[in-house]
């Protein structure tokens, strides 16, 4: 059920005893998930106001409440940024709404981030290491998932299987993705405290500088990367650069060189998570907007390569100016008119990596000899094996349009439960059956109080910049 603004201020002076609110208006949120609005008291606070719309959305603010409550006031004055607090809740049936002390700072847009330059850039990056060298006691504390680095793939790959058998995802873009989860280097990280949904609308700024971070509902020990994958979107290749940059700066040894690389790879499987959620809810619009998006991405993918997310680069068929009907003229063989010799330890079914399946140029029978199963490879086509790493980041090439791939406000958020499988389909992968299921947050039963940390008071006056907001006067003798 949608909740207007004015039922919104009606509920947080239920959640927060003494609140007497003088003007209301929207805010931005995730419009499947939460109702949200900013309110205004007679001594000129700010609140928000976020009402979950389903019991899911619900769970994720339970989620919120432990995690905002795992920051003891020490960890948060060591951040170079503010988080919020929860100021109080109300119970309405089996749903929660949340009431927070308000952050200072403004909303941007992704494209007017990037308008905002280097020192903008710079600073996301000194927050998001700021992030990420969190101790992980915050996120034991508050009960939340933790994963290693080789179960964060397996849940990887046993999505990717969910989504694989809906039929709906373009083949050139499934092959892309399972090599690069059976690329096993990619995949050597050291798990940190991760954000988990992290995004321009979660972020607040003042004179170009972060001032708080929120959306706090995905916390958990995991893959960095995923941090990163909402600047896939950037347009501007230098603004992402500049963020890596200055977040190496400040992790040293601790960044890991293939970051970007793996961001890329999330960025573009959150397609598939959105299609899939849209599939499991029945949604036909969501539905068909991620098939719209996957096949965006298929074709731009064929035309300028796409961005690189793996290390070793997958075989690649044989072109058809090549050559009309050569693998029937090439089945003769060596030596027998038009043949075209095959290339000796070319085993296109060979996965790479040290996780199953055979090592590169052995077709896995165990006799050592690499085979071709009837297929022929040409030689100029047999990528050379890299002999230095690139550098963290993207691809110099030109990448073509920009489609948008962040997990955010289409895909993002969008959290496809992975199933547990066996692999089906990949080669030579030996799926555990992890069940994929992410803790759900804690009881809060009984914590309707007032959150325990002491947030802002919301006394920073005009800081959030709300011209744009249609504000509700509630009491027009009233001060704000």
Known sequence: MKRSPMELAAIATAAVPGLSPTGVAGMADDADDFDSALIVDDRRNRWRVRSPRHEEASMRLETELAALRSFTPGIRAGLPFLLPSVAGTVRQGSLRTFVYNHVPGSLYDLESLVALGGRTAGDLGKVMAAIHGLPPSVVDRADLPSYTANEFRQRKLNELDQAATTGRIPPRLLRRWEHALEDAALWRFNPTVVHGDLHEDHMLLEDGRITAVTGWTDLRIGDPADDFAWLAAAHEQSFADAVLEAYV??????????????????????????LVKGLLTSDEERTAEAEQMLRELDEDIAEFGGQPISIVEPPRPPRPEDGAGLFDEAAEGPGDGPGVPAVEGADTGAAAGDDGGAAAGDDGDGDGDAETDGAVILEKDVPAPEKDVPAPGRSSEPAGRVIELRPGAGPKGSAASGTGGSGTGRSGAAGTGADGADAAGLDAAGSDAAGSDAGGSGTHGAEEDTSALPVIEINPRGRA
């Open 249 to 274: 700066g400040v992790r040293g040894e601790q960044a890991d060189p293939h970051i970007m690389r793996r961001a890329a790879l999330a960025a573009e499987f959150a397609l598939a998570q959105w």
